[in-house]
């Protein structure tokens, strides 16, 4: 089986709540859809999510990349060897939106012409549902405490990251108020991305300790600062999570060795697709360290990847983020992704097991 086109389509759908995180923020899901076709007969779907202030790719980059320089170098590729596959992305560098984005419709392609799903071709699930927690972004303390509220109450949801990195004192108010909110009823997780130095991070977060029970606190200072999530690892008694600071096996393998984290979180946007993501994972798995597997809030295409992946990891044993459809107006597949009770339901089929609405990105297509 061969490569015969690559064809990037850009589409934008609506958020349905706000999304502002510490280090941005972004008002639709200016996304990119991927379908591979091959000379079998079988095509792959693939998608790219970008937010520009987290890896610098947009809509308008990534489209561009794909077509005119990832697709030339993929043409007559077999799908199955990866490795061909992203040898071949790499002569290219930078650009791992791009890059997932391709390396997920591949994935789709073999596992179809196959006849299995993703979750085989990458070792065999452990798990047919993902544990996933919402997310409350920076906002007035009302607004976070009803959106908290509502996640649990309402949508099943066990679990709450809230956004932090912004001003400290009014972190720390909204952080209170939804832990006196639904504390009792949902872990809660802090994710700084990257909003805090060091040493503002540890006084942060050791009042917060004193408060209450937090499960984990998520990429608390900049990306390259590794010394400085060393010094807050040490400091609190809660486990860190390095996000921004693991884009690749190499970054893992840095924070391993620096003791810069007790948690990786892998995105596969950040890393570049399903078969690098598997070098992260394991290398982490190897020093002992668990997972929690991110988003990048993702449409049907790539949560369903995102959930074939964590279904495939025993140690990502913290609750997942891939539940992006959750957050969206609408959906582009045909059948959407099951997600209820605080579970990602992994998609059942060949493939990714998910089907496109022509109709739906004829829609939300951009021109």
């Known amino acids: 089986m061969k490569i015969d086109t690559v064809r990037a389509i850009p589409v934008s759908v609506p ?22 076709e091959t000379d079998a007969g079988v095509t792959g779907l693939g998608e790219a999510s970008p937010m520009p202030f987290f890896t610098g ?10 077509e005119s320089h990832l697709a030339p170098k993929l043409l007559g590729v077999d799908p199955s060897n990866l490795h061909a596959v992203h040898e071949a992305m790499d002569e290219i560098a930078g650009n791992p939106l791009a890059k997932t984005a391709v390396d997920i419709a591949c994935h789709d392609a073999v596992g179809k012409a196959l006849g ?9 699930a452990v798990r047919d549902r993902i544990t996933v927690g919402q997310s409350i972004g920076i906002k007035e303390t009302e607004r976070a405490v009803a ?12 679990s709450m990251k809230i956004k ?7 972190d720390l108010e909204r952080v209170k108020a939804v832990m006196d909110a639904v504390g009792d009823r949902a872990s809660i997780r802090l994710d700084g991305n990257e909003g805090y130095t060091a040493d503002v991070a540890v006084k942060q977060f050791e009042a917060i300790e004193d408060y209450g029970d937090i499960l984990l606190v998520e990429q608390p200072v900049p990306r390259d600062d590794v010394p400085g999530m060393h010094e807050v690892t040490r400091a609190l008694s809660s ?15 840095q924070v391993v060795r620096r003791r810069a984290a007790d948690i990786v979180n892998i995105k596969l946007m950040k890393a570049g ?15 002992n360290m668990p997972l929690a597997i991110g988003s990048m809030v993702e449409m049907g295409v790539g949560t369903a990847a995102g959930a074939h992946f964590a279904a495939c990891q025993p140690h990502a044993t913290y609750p997942s983020d891939v539940k992006g459809p959750s ?17 990602t339901y992994v998609p059942s089929g060949n493939g990714l097991g998910v089907e496109i609405d022509s109709k739906k990105v004829e829609r939300y297509q951009v021109d």
């Open 57 to 66: 790719e947009t809509q308008e980059t990534i489209v561009p990349v794909i």
């Open 116 to 124: 299995v799903s993703v979750s085989t071709l990458l070792g065999g």
């Open 15 to 36: 958020f349905a709540v706000d999304f502002d995180v510490a280090s941005g923020g972004v008002p639709a899901a200016d996304h990119v859809l991927v379908e591979i």
């Open 239 to 253: 486990p860190v999570l390095a996000d921004e600071s693991v884009f690749s096996p190499q970054d893992a393998l």
């Open 164 to 170: 932090v990195g912004g001003d400290p004192e009014r």
């Open 273 to 287: 697709g399903l078969f690098p993501a598997r070098r992260i994972a394991s290398l982490a798995r190897t020093a």
């Open 327 to 343: 957050l969206l107006d609408d959906t582009i597949l045909k059948e959407p992704i099951r997600i209820e009770d605080g579970y």
């Open 147 to 158: 959106d908290a509220e509502r996640y649990v109450d309402d949508d099943g949801f066990g």
